[in-house]
């Protein structure tokens, strides 16, 4: 006599059976090996991209977030593997719960780390705050969302069979991404209101920022860092929805749908800003800290001409 899924508590179940059919388990079906070795592959190879990019270019902040965020969406997708052949596998289930609730938090503090090149290109006059406070903010909101998302998926991994202690988890992923959301909309917000600003104003772009603006590479790199954000975006109203209906919702269990919501968007997100790199099409990115200590030796050097001059004076 078949068994009704829905009457199968999946923490109960190690491994798939009479008593314990697949679709009892938390996702109700078998991962598509295919489809989970793909984007395992696929976030390896932006790794070792990002790494060697990144070491070019020196653009080690950036290389940071986004090695993380290819190193723990290529774990996570490694478990689901695990997962494949039985849906009750608890080390790839854990592995791939809190690998992926939290690396698109990784991707969007690389986009965070854009607006203040933006602002330090076209004028900082016309930005409602210094530029690096722009970075200072949304990273330390985005720090607080990666921890409430990896301490959520941390506790749900772990739960056991404690269905409540899960369900805390749950909604601290919930609250997590919902954080995330808001730090994502509030950059988005910041990003127009200084851009309007900045070109509604009379006075005229420098011929660096004039140069950069009409640069192709500029464009594309703008263009990527927009269908990026927008990429992650998606994924996270979509990781709202499917976690707000509880363990082992329609949503849930719907596997095309994370392929497509999550898979596919956070995939699109990390080529683009691998392969769309800011060493190669923002340079002024990568360049920033050597330019800085360029212009502060410059001005230690002048302030010890103007010291010899002075002392030279004296001697007269």
Known sequence: MAVNPSHVNPLNCNYVSEDCPYQASIYGYYNILSCNAFFAALFGICFVVNMVLGCRYRTWTYTLAMGLACSAACIGYIGRCMMHNNPFQSLGFEMQICCLTFSPALNSAALYLILKHLVLQFGRDWSRIRPKYYT???????ISALILQAAGGAIAATAGNNESFRDVGDHLMITGISW????LLLFAVATIDYTVRRFKSSEPLSSSAEALLRGTKFRVFVAAAIIAFFAIFIRCVYRIAEMAGGWRNPIMQ???LFIGAESCMIGLATVLQTFIHPGIFFPALASYRRTKKMARQKIRSDSSVEESADDAELKV
């Not at 200072?136 to 985005?142: L, P």
């Not at 995330?180 to 730090?183: A, E, G, I, M, P």
């Open 136 to 142: 200072w903010a949304f990273i330390s909101a985005d």
């Open 180 to 183: 995330q959301v808001l730090t």
């Open 254 to 256: 719907n596997q095309s």
